[in-house]
């Protein structure tokens, strides 16, 4: 893996695996499942393909181990998009490229079809192959990690006004509603292609420092970023009282601290070995990336 | 267990196990813990008393291996109600006694702590003692219960206009919104207990028919309840195009199905002998329950 390696491609490639999956857990005769299914529809797959990568890094060899479970992040994070957009939450009308849920189905079937690909999500994590002891330390890590101690938890705090820039306070944002997550997506990867705990440990610290990288990524573009690209409305984070790295930093001290994160978790997926240079890939991605 | 049994006693026993167990498990530094807990409080508690009730009749002896899963199952229930009176959906502003969610905390506030009660159930669910793979099995058996195939898309349904009485759709209604979820309380205690799959099967069976029960006695209660006892505002279901057991059958056709529903259910626990007696007497509860 030289200069040469074309990440793109290798992004795409897993890409393909998640969509074509989500696809086909959601070919149910039930017409809810077309309403839960737009929602997914158009999403980069960043958190299934962190635990896709993992899992191969970890010198997983069936898939089958991994892609219930990497499919049901990705329901997961889709449902808190879905309530995310709603009107009392960040009110956008359009994400992933199209209408946001509430704005295509009505607030009700919104918040519903966030809640059953709530619920299917834990659904597929009992679908995947391999030993009943590592799906439930999925389970919970998982659900510790997008839950009152974690993403839930960080939307309580992100959708309260600020009146001071506190650097504490967005630390704290970041933290539980993002890095936590993207943390957990590499470290069920571990979790599943059965490394020792004290890989699936470091791999964690190592995730929570891309998912700082990744919050600081996104709060840059909703300044700088095109609504094409996005796929979502940028600028909405310019409301009065609203926590951000460039409203805390300013838009350059926002960037130093992001290619800063980005060559903490470098340095520590160094460490892990040959393998795992995949992840400085992905990390260089993170910090490049214009959507 | 004679005429002499005292299930109003029964209950109450139990029903102090589970708001205890509740209470230690909201006991976090974090205030968000809070907001969750408030919506918890002054719930009756079936779901998780049938959970117990199931694993003791199924020779369960050691209720670590079933209280947290009953608890879990009972944030779920709470998540649910919290969404369901949301103005979007029901617009329900007291519940269990008091203000609904939406109504004390805001409309954002609320959403998030039913998102966070749905994650934390499913962590609690792990925290059970046990095999992994009879957690697994509660697991897959609830999430299938409360989501896309049942309490979800019994919603979606729910919260639809008919302009005539489809005796089909009711039923459908009744069966994924809360019979599924009444039948899979009962469930996860006999798969705790290590009953055999058939017990497991049947048990789920019966219980279909007390939450068939359950919700035609909710239907009832809607028109002859008081505010008081209900700890909701009855008379939400008249709005126009709803479905319920007396807007399809009349309040006497529904009473008649209620008490049939009821027979059919006794008949099944019977079936299972002695030790499961004591779901006859939770079912005349049901049947003649004020709230």
């Avoid at 879905?82 to 704005?103: C, E, Q, V």
Wanted: with cysteine; aromatic share 12%.
């Amino acid at each position: 893996m030289g200069t040469e390696f074309d990440i793109r491609n290798f992004l795409k490639e897993r890409k393909r695996l998640v969509d074509d999956a989500i696809k086909k857990y959601f070919s149910d005769a039930n017409p809810f499942f077309e309403v839960m299914y737009y929602s997914t529809e158009g999403g980069k797959r960043i958190r299934p393909i962190l635990a896709i990568t993992s899992y191969e890094a970890n010198r997983g060899t069936d898939f089958e181990h991994i892609l219930p479970i990497a499919c049901g992040l990705e329901l997961i994070h889709t449902y808190s998009l879905i309530h995310d957009d709603l009107p009392s939450m960040d009110n956008d009308d359009f994400r992933r490229g199209k209408a946001s849920a509430h704005k295509r189905f009505g607030e009700a079937r919104a918040i519903l079809s966030g809640d059953g690909l709530f619920a299917y999500a834990f659904e597929l994590f009992t679908y995947a192959k391999g030993a009943d002891e590592d799906k439930i330390a999925v389970i919970k890590a998982v659900s510790e990690a997008i839950g009152p101690k974690g993403v839930v938890y960080g939307q309580t705090l992100d959708i309260k006004e600020y009146n001071r820039p506190d650097p504490r306070i967005l630390r704290s944002i970041h933290l539980n509603k993002t890095a936590k997550f993207i943390a957990v997506s590499i470290q069920v990867g571990a979790i599943m292609a059965r490394a020792s705990s004290r890989i699936i440990n470091e791999l964690y610290k190592a995730g929570l420092l891309m998912g700082m990288l990744f919050q600081y990524t996104d709060d840059i573009l909703d300044v700088i970023g095109e609504k094409e690209c996005l796929g979502k409305t940028p600028g909405k984070d310019k409301d009065a009282g609203k926590l951000t790295a460039p409203s805390v930093y300013g838009l350059d001290g926002a960037r130093f601290r992001a290619r800063r994160y980005a060559e903490m978790a470098k340095s520590r997926f160094t460490s892990f070995g040959k393998e795992f240079e995949i992840f400085n890939h992905i990390t260089d991605f993170i910090l490049k990336r214009t959507y």
